[in-house]
C-alpha cells in the first residue's frame, strides 16, 4: 500500500524531531500577525498555510503553541469560523494525523454518517497509518476508532472497515507471494464470488486488505485471466453500496494509486454542486500523490486541476485551494 504521509511524519510523531527551522518560526510569525487584531489578513494566512506540505505543517502546528500558547486550530477557527476557507485553513492547522481524525469525527456528527469520507480516511491506507489514526483517535476524542465506526455503518461497509482497521496487510516477500500462490488467491476470490450463489465477502476481503500492492497486481492479472475482468470490476458485481465503493477504493489504491486519488477528488465537483469540504480533504490527504499539478488527474480528465478548480470555487477559498494544490511533499 502506498503511504500517504511522509515518513519524517513518523519522526515527528514519535518526538524524534524536535528542532525547527528559521522558515517555521517565520511562518509562525506572519500567522500571527495576519490575525491579530481587528479582523482577519486572508491574503497573509493563505500564503503561510497554502504552500506547506504535510512534515511542514506539522512543525508548524507544534511550534505556534509553543511560542504562543495557543493552539493554532483554536486560533483560527475562532479567526475563521466555520466557512469553507475556515474548514480549510483549521485542518491545515493540524499535525496529519489529527486532521484526518478530525474528518472522521466530523463524517460521525450529525444525522447520519458520511460513507464518503470515511471511505477517505480509512479505506486503501498502510498499517503504519492505522495503527497512528486509531492511537490518535482516542487521545482526541476517548472513543475507540474501530467501536466508533461499528457503530455509525452497517451490514458489508461496517465489516469492511472493520477489516482495513485491523491492519493486517502482508509485507511482499517474494519467496512467498508466488505466481502460484496467486493464481490459488484468484481462484478463491472468483469462487467466492462469480462462482457461488451469494457472496462470500469475508474472502474477497481478506485478499483485498492482506495482499501487498505487488502481489495484488498479479492477483489481478492472474483474475482477469480466469474471469476476463479485473478484480476491481468483480467487487462491483458481488457487492452493492458503500461497501462497493470502499472495497474498490482500497483495491484500487494498491493497483493505481494515483488515478484512485484523482477519481475520489473528481468526485467531490462532479454533478449538481461541489462537496467543498470533500474537496478540501482529498486534496489535503492526497498531496503525497499529486506532484507539481497533479498530472495524474490532467491525463485522466483531459484538463489540469487547477482549472477545474477555478471553475468550481471562488475568492479566497478558491486562492487556498490552489496553493494547496501546488504544494511541495517530499516524501
Not at 506547506?52 to 493554532?72: I, N, S
Not at 460521525?108 to 486503501?124: A, D, Q, R, W, Y
Not at 471562488?314 to 516524501?331: P, R
Request: aromatic fraction near 8%; proline fraction near 3%; glycine fraction near 8%.
Amino acid at each position: 500500500m502506498v503511504c500517504l504521509w511522509p515518513e519524517a511524519i513518523f519522526d515527528c510523531q514519535a518526538g524524534n524531531a524536535t528542532e525547527y527551522s528559521a522558515d517555521i518560526d517565520d511562518i509562525c510569525e506572519k500567522i500571527r500577525i495576519a490575525t491579530k487584531g481587528w479582523g482577519t489578513n486572508e491574503k497573509e494566512l493563505i500564503a503561510a498555510l497554502g504552500p506547506l506540505g504535510p512534515v511542514e505543517r506539522y512543525h508548524v502546528a507544534k511550534r505556534y503553541e509553543e511560542q504562543y500558547d495557543t493552539k493554532l486550530v483554536d486560533l483560527l477557527k475562532k479567526e475563521c469560523g466555520g466557512s469553507d476557507f475556515g474548514n480549510a485553513v483549521q485542518l491545515l492547522a493540524r499535525p496529519i494525523e489529527e486532521a484526518e481524525c478530525s474528518i472522521i469525527k466530523k463524517a460521525c456528527s450529525g444525522i447520519g454518517t458520511n460513507e464518503k469520507l470515511v471511505i477517505l480516511v480509512v479505506s486503501g491506507r498502510t498499517n503504519k497509518e492505522i495503527k497512528v489514526l486509531k492511537k490518535t483517535f482516542f487521545k482526541m476524542y476517548g472513543e475507540d476508532l474501530a467501536v466508533k465506526l461499528a457503530g455509525e455503518l452497517k451490514g458489508d461497509m461496517e465489516r469492511f472497515v472493520t477489516a482495513c482497521l485491523q491492519a493486517e496487510e502482508e509485507e511482499f516477500d517474494p519467496e512467498v507471494h508466488t505466481e502460484e500462490k496467486a493464481e490459488e488467491d484468484a481462484r478463491l476470490f472468483d469462487k467466492a464470488g462469480r462462482e457461488r450463489f451469494g457472496t462470500d465477502e469475508a474472502t474477497l476481503f481478506r485478499v483485498i486488505c492482506s495482499s501487498p500492492p505487488e502481489y495484488l497486481k498479479m492477483v489481478n492479472l492472474k483474475y482477469v485471466e480466469r474471469a476476463g475482468y479485473s478484480l476491481a470490476r468483480s467487487v462491483e458485481k458481488e457487492l452493492d453500496g458503500d461497501a462497493a465503493k470502499a472495497a474498490t477504493h482500497a483495491l484500487n489504491m494498491k493497483l493505481k494509486p494515483e488515478e484512485t486519488a484523482a477519481l475520489f477528488i473528481e468526485s467531490t465537483m462532479k454533478g449538481l454542486g461541489t462537496d467543498e469540504y470533500g474537496l478540501t480533504a482529498s486534496i489535503l490527504m492526497y498531496q503525497a500523490l499529486m506532484g507539481t499539478g497533479f498530472p495524474a488527474y490532467e491525463k485522466e480528465y483531459g484538463k489540469s486541476l487547477e482549472s477545474r478548480v477555478k471553475g468550481e470555487l471562488k475568492g479566497d477559498f478558491e486562492k487556498l485551494i490552489l496553493e494547496m494544490i501546488d504544494a511541495e511533499v517530499k516524501m
